[in-house]
């Protein structure tokens, strides 16, 4: 949730909470000299947004809590699985020609490696594929294990991780994508991924919630 705008009589309604709190809706409306399903929306606004609270047969109290600090709980609560998508996957001994074709059909910017047991054992970055090519191999040829960035050197996340952390994983190690992955027996199965269009989507769906 971004920082929100309020208006005149929301901005009254937190200095009356702050100064009585705890304080019942008829009790604040009556300051106000307004109806209690006049004030309605502005306490529901002002609730949902975090900056009140309220407890049945109590009444609301103010939360102390500023813009930032909302932003930063609500941040806490977005998690991989709410919004990992569909990884590109390509087998260990696919060509890098073949690597680029997919990576140019399937519009991605980062494919990941895995064996016949669908285990993660690699990253192809545009970066690996570019440096490929620029030499005299024959890309036909050249299978994509030869230039993969290989375990354990690739970061990885799961379903239940914080997205806010992949997201400084992402700029920490400078990489495009994080392969989401469930730890079996096998290895790392590969089940999602989380890119920075990821993070941008869930910045923009946390906007677009604001009450």
Known sequence: MRTIELNKRQE?????????????????AERLSLTRATL???LAILTMAG????????????????????????LMKIYVKDYQSIPVVVPSNVSVYEAIVTM?????????????????????SRKDLLRASIGKQELSTLPVNIIMTRMPNITVCE???????????LIEKQIDSVPVVKVSEA??????????????KAFISLAD???
Do not use: H, S
């Open 40 to 42: 309605r929306p502005d």
């Open 51 to 74: 900056f009140l609270d309220a407890r049945p047969r109590v009444g609301y109290f103010y939360t102390g809590k500023t813009g930032t600090q909302l932003l930063t709980e609500n």
């Open 159 to 169: 379903k239940d991780d914080l997205l806010i952390d992949v997201a400084k994983n």
């Open 187 to 200: 290895g790392y199965e590969v089940t999602g991924r989380v890119t920075k269009t990821t993070i941008a």
């Open 12 to 28: 009254t309604i937190l200095q009356i909470v702050k100064e009585n709190g705890p304080i019942t809706g008829e009790n604040i």
């Open 209 to 211: 919630d604001e009450v």
């Open 104 to 124: 140019f059909l399937e519009d991605v910017g980062t494919l990941f490696v895995v064996d016949e047991k669908n285990c993660l054992v690699g990253v192809l």
